[in-house]
């Protein structure tokens, strides 16, 4: 067989891997294809080793980078083929490389020796072909000793394992890649068979055109429908024990290899929108030129019970990240802002809410109404204690339920101050209320001395009790005295002030 003859089969059936042929010099880029997945293990070893030894041995101590690969970088050749070339000269290695340096300078060398002992002298079939194949398939590997023992796993030398890893990674995705490119697919939504490097595969497995998905995505962001932005197969993402007929959603790489940024854009704020709305947990920033969404933080993974983030006081503080604004999460006051007074020599500084103080009960208690409101178990109760939190929740519960008690308790003990509205209460005595100035019966505020003495010689404002008890007992000791004064000399417990 000829020169030509042989260089033109080798490039018909691996056209690939045949880079060029000119005046007799041949050159092969060979990628070593494994054919599956198959375990390889990167091991550090010494810089003067790696550049001097061609056996390595895996010390059981040392640690190894550990990743699957279904190809390693080709290695290329720089073959010059002689006149007499294949029956009565062998070929001539001119050079021989690994893409990204993967096997040590005497490995290559031991690579070499192995080929040129593949050639015999009078065999006229050649001798590339099998050279290509040796390589290709990676049975090279167990000759020069980087199969591990149970030969199912690559052990590969290097003084930077991390260094090398990553191109090994990175050319495992571009051969994938090309490989894809070039293959023809068959979409299921326009039932066509395109190329390629005209479709688009998804992580799921499916492979579709942009065409198609152009249309059909761009409509669902367009009409809102975020969740219907994903793998058009009616059973992707589905389990055998759903009844839902959703789709599994696209990921942002996805979306970006198909939208126009204004598309991939507001598919981002609509799903970030949507994201928000299931959260129980989010308030709206209370700043009226803001109202951004404020989810509540993640709590703290130090503590081991979750009520003790709950009780702290510091679970109500939110910050909005839009405007920085830091409020309470009960009642959007804001959180310890100061109030500053200059009173000379004294300057007096005031927090206004914080941790440690209560929020005031009119401004939470429309949300503790909501929850008593709610039957107990409900979706409803459920939002409310994944928002503010349960022992919150039950601690505000029990102060609204006293304050009702305390609101009961003032309207059937206690009396208005008709003047400053002030409320009294009555334990024991007499009806008038010399600090508020007010008879108890009438509600109606008087002069201080008239209830005792009377007006106008009118008997009805004078004080029976006054008359009956204590009148006689002032004109007998006390003449000289003023009536408020000997009240509440000689009887402090006629009256209480609450």
Same mark, same amino acid.
């Given at each position: ?45 010494? /810089? ?24 390693? $970088? $080709? ?32 490995? =290559?060398?031991?690579?070499?020796? %192995? ?84 479709? =688009?595969?998804?992580? *799921? ?6 065409? *198609? ?14 969740? /219907? ?48 709305? %299931?959260?129980?947990?989010?308030? /709206? ?13 993640? $709590?703290?993974?130090?503590?081991t019970n979750v009520s003790d983030e709950d009780e702290s006081g510091w679970a109500r503080l939110r910050t909005c990240t839009a405007c920085s604004y830091s409020f309470c999460a009960f009642c959007r006051r804001t959180w310890y802002a100061l109030s500053v007074r200059h009173a000379p020599p004294l300057l007096i500084v005031v927090f206004r809410h914080g941790p440690h103080t209560s929020c005031p009960l009119p401004l939470t208690s429309k949300f503790i109404l909501d929850y008593l409101s709610a039957p107990p178990n409900s979706s409803e109760r459920l939002t409310i204690n994944q928002r503010y939190g349960r022992a919150n929740i ?84 006390? %003449? ?19």
């Amino acid at each position: 067989m000829s020169l030509d003859d042989e260089w033109s089969v080798l490039e018909s059936i691996h056209p690939t891997i045949c880079i060029s042929y000119d005046d007799g010099i041949a050159t092969l880029l060979v990628p070593v294809e494994l054919g599956k997945d198959t375990p390889v293990f990167i091991f550090s070893v010494p /810089h003067d080793t790696y550049l001097s030894s061609n056996q390595f041995i895996v010390p059981p101590d040392v640690p190894a980078l550990h990743t699957s690969l279904s190809i390693l $970088p $080709p290695l290329r050749l720089r073959i010059a083929l002689p006149p007499l070339y294949p029956s009565q000269a062998p070929p001539i290695i001119q050079s021989l490389q690994a893409n990204s340096a993967w096997l040590p300078p005497c490995i =290559l060398t031991l690579v070499e020796e %192995r080929l040129i002992a593949m050639w015999s002298p009078g065999d006229d079939s050649g001798i590339l072909y099998t050279w290509v194949e040796w390589i290709r398939t990676g049975n090279f590997l167990s000759d020069i000793g980087f199969l591990a023992d149970d030969l199912l796993s690559i052990q590969i030398p290097h003084p930077s394992p991390q260094i090398l890893l990553t191109p090994l990674l990175a050319y495992l995705s571009a051969f994938k890649s090309d490989e894809f490119a070039h293959a023809s697919y068959l979409c299921a939504i326009c039932l066509s068979e395109r190329k390629g490097v005209y479709c =688009l595969a998804l992580s *799921c497995g499916h492979v579709f055109c942009k065409s *198609c998905l152009i249309d059909m995505w761009g409509l669902h962001v367009k009409e809102g429908q975020v969740s /219907h932005v994903g793998c058009p197969e009616p059973n992707c993402g589905k389990t055998d024990t759903e009844n839902t007929d959703g789709l599994r959603e696209a990921t942002e790489d996805e979306v970006s290899a198909v939208l126009s940024e204004t598309e991939l854009s507001r598919w981002n704020w609509l799903r970030k929108k949507r994201d928000l709305e %299931r959260d129980p947990t989010m308030i /709206h920033c209370p700043m009226e030129y803001c109202q951004e969404p404020v989810t509540k933080p993640q $709590p703290d993974t130090s503590k081991t019970n979750v009520s003790d983030e709950d009780e702290s006081g510091w679970a109500r503080l939110r910050t909005c990240t839009a405007c920085s604004y830091s409020f309470c999460a009960f009642c959007r006051r804001t959180w310890y802002a100061l109030s500053v007074r200059h009173a000379p020599p004294l300057l007096i500084v005031v927090f206004r809410h914080g941790p440690h103080t209560s929020c005031p009960l009119p401004l939470t208690s429309k949300f503790i109404l909501d929850y008593l409101s709610a039957p107990p178990n409900s979706s409803e109760r459920l939002t409310i204690n994944q928002r503010y939190g349960r022992a919150n929740i039950l601690r505000l519960v029990k102060q609204h339920e006293e304050e009702q008690e305390n609101r009961k308790w003032m309207q059937s003990s206690t009396m208005a101050c008709p003047g400053c509205e002030v409320r009294v209460e009555k334990s024991i005595g007499c009806n008038h209320v010399r600090a508020v100035l007010f008879h108890w019966q009438r509600n109606t505020i008087f002069a201080l001395g008239n209830h005792f003495q009377g007006t106008n010689n009118r008997t009805d404002d004078l004080c029976q009790m006054w008359n009956s008890l204590l009148l006689p007992l002032w004109y007998k000791d006390h %003449r000289t005295e003023s009536i408020s004064a000997f009240l509440y000399a000689s009887h402090p417990l006629f009256f209480q002030i609450v």
